[in-house]
């Protein structure tokens, strides 16, 4: 019974590892506890236990630091390489390199651009029916042409281009017809993204990148070389826009052939406006008409009319010879050999020289030249720069032209403007003495900066306050009345020039009339030269067709267009108009003060 509930245990063998049995000098406990190992096979099996142990621990540490590496990963960095990853995404779309450089606007404006592209090319010997080729290209590219496309793809050469810029439809189109020999190559193409309004400003490129006209021509290595830099010029997209647009209103309205605007600061030279009319699309320069691309601001070469009797009455406030209050015989014209010297406008008096240029006389102009004579005229003219072509940025840029000899006849015309012809930008230079205290800025379209030579003083700060002052009488007493702009306190003169004939001679009934002005004239700040040529009479002007009628009005709606963007205070009466606001104020909390003080009943 006892055995059936406590059977007795049965005696296990000693555990051997596999082959131990088999083995001579293993020993064995007989007390059935462990096996007992001697010798070699001890220090055998021992250091295999040991091996087995770094193996394993290796192991172990091994996927312990991967563990550690994917929860780091996964857990805690997965915010910020999200960061890292967008970042770089975003980096990827914004940097792009171009291999010419932008041109942007005095306020950062972008006016021109590289673009992705791609060119077409063919390998002639690669084509296999030149024919068929050349029906497809022209069916999808309509705007080749087909037999010139032909002889391309049968030149047997192995590189020629077919069309250049394709669209991304266009390339499309073109790889969908599957034709063999024809390859796309990666380009660029300059884009200006403001269309003609910088035209002749910036100028154009060649297909190969390449300036070939204004400022792309000019600066073509430095934009090439610096592809990351822009080029910022002095201009002002909404000031070159302003001024476009009011004179394409205005040469259309007197049926003129062309017109042009220079617009610059008198302290600096910076040209803030150029305009040429006609323009063109710089895109399809090659394809423009010669006309159209002609710079008349920087390489028209014009007579100027009466504008010149600035420069006149400047020099004779300048000789200390002739004073303001100085008089002179207009009532008789002049009679040198067979030319006769008349008045526009004649008085039958004696006028001073104040009202000599208010009044426009060509005689009171030639007399008071003559009483200096020709080398002091010469010598005058030459140090405001008349007689030089100015030094601008841009490669079209004409010489001004003059007698040679100059004899007394032309000292005479030249002093209100006939028998010599300038550029407006010659003008403009030469303008900015008169009015800035009489210092020398040569025009240009890069910002000036604190490095540059200080301008040149070539008159007397004298002269220049005087002729400011009789610039603004000729705006309110005198024959440029329509060129007023109420709280911008212009002056100016208008000038009217009959052009040369093919034939030789001067038409008539052909005038190219222009005005040279500033504003505002308590302290100016902008110079301007308008020009229209050949503009037509109107019914409106009672058919007149000089500067006074067209030009000079054009002006005006140029600088009431301007002068709020150019951030000019207006003026009321003379002062400003926050000035005269405040003083308003004032004088009415003054007058509250007295009403109050008296116990006047105001509500009576």
């Not at 001579?24 to 142990?53: C, W």
């Not at 600061?265 to 040429?276: A, F, K, N, Q, T």
């Not at 920087?298 to 100027?304: A, H, N, Q, R, S």
Request: proline share 5%; charged share 20%.
């Amino acid at each position: 019974m006892m055995a059936r509930l406590f059977p007795r245990r049965r005696k296990v063998a000693p555990f051997l590892y596999p082959g131990e049995e088999l083995l001579p000098s293993a020993g064995i406990d007989r007390k059935g506890t462990h096996v007992v190992l001697d010798g070699e096979i001890k220090q055998a099996l021992e250091t295999g236990r040991v091996r087995m142990l770094v193996t394993a621990s290796l192991f172990t540490l091994a996927f312990c630091g991967i563990s550690v590496r994917l929860f780091d990963v996964m857990v805690l960095g997965a915010v910020d390489h999200q960061v890292s990853y967008k970042a770089k995404a975003v980096a990827k779309t914004e940097v792009i390199t171009h291999t010419r450089a932008d041109i942007v606007d005095r306020n950062g404006l972008l006016l021109a651009t590289n673009l992705p592209t791609v060119n077409l090319y063919a390998d002639s010997q690669k084509l296999i029916n030149p024919a068929e080729a050349a029906d497809k290209l022209v069916a999808v590219l309509p705007h080749l042409n087909r037999h010139d496309v032909f002889n391309r793809l049968t030149s047997g050469r192995r590189f020629v281009y077919l069309d250049r810029n394709l669209t991304p439809r266009q390339q499309q189109s073109v790889n969908s017809e599957g034709i063999p020999g024809l390859f796309f190559e990666n380009a660029e193409r300059r884009a200006y993204l403001q269309g003609s309004l910088f035209s002749h400003v910036l100028g154009a490129t060649d297909p190969d990148n390449n300036g070939i006209a204004g400022t792309e021509l000019t600066f073509n290595e430095a934009l090439r070389q610096n592809p990351s830099i822009p080029l910022r010029l002095t201009v002002d997209a909404r000031v070159q826009h302003a001024v476009r647009h009011t004179l394409l209103r205005n040469m259309e309205k007197f049926s003129a052939t062309a017109a042009s605007a220079v617009i610059m600061d008198v302290r600096s030279g910076e040209i803030v406006s150029l305009v040429s009319l006609p323009d063109y699309q710089p895109e399809n320069f090659g394809a423009s008409d010669a006309n159209a691309r002609f710079n008349r601001v920087t390489l028209g070469v014009y007579e100027m009319g009466s504008i010149f009797k600035l420069f006149n009455t400047a020099m004779a406030l300048e000789s200390g010879q002739i004073r303001l209050q100085d008089s002179y015989d207009t009532i008789n014209p002049l009679k040198v050999a067979r030319f006769t010297i008349r008045d526009v406008h004649r008085e039958n008096r004696r006028l001073n020289v104040a009202e000599i240029l208010t009044r426009s006389s060509n005689i009171g102009s030639a007399r008071m030249a003559m009483q200096l004579g020709t080398e002091f005229q010469k010598k005058f003219l030459g140090r405001l720069g008349i007689l030089d072509a100015a030094r601008i940025e841009l490669p079209e840029t004409g010489h001004p032209l003059y007698p040679q000899p100059w004899r007394d006849i032309n000292t005479m015309t030249i002093s209100f403007g006939h028998g010599i012809a300038v550029t407006p930008i010659s003008m403009i230079r030469g303008l900015a003495p008169l009015v800035n205290g009489g210092y020398m800025v040569q025009p240009t379209l890069l910002p000036r900066d604190a490095g540059d030579p200080e301008p040149q003083k070539v008159l007397r700060t004298e002269t220049s306050l005087a002729l400011r002052k009789l610039m603004r009488t000729v705006i309110t007493d005198g024959t440029a009345r329509k060129a007023e702009v109420p709280g911008y306190m212009v002056g100016g003169k208008g000038g009217t020039a009959e052009k040369i004939s093919a034939s030789g001679g001067y038409n008539r009934k052909n005038n190219m009339n222009s005005f040279a002005g500033a504003f505002p004239m308590d302290d100016p700040r902008y110079a301007l030269v308008v020009t229209l040529d050949e503009p037509k009479g109107l019914k409106s002007t009672w058919g007149f067709a000089t500067s006074g009628w067209n030009v000079v009005p054009t002006a005006g709606e140029i600088i009431a267009e301007i002068g709020p963007i150019l951030g000019i205070q207006p003026h009321v009466n003379g002062q400003p108009i926050e000035v005269r606001a405040m003083k308003t104020a004032q004088a009415r909390v003054a007058r509250t003060a007295v009403v109050e003080e008296e116990g006047i009943d105001v509500a009576r």
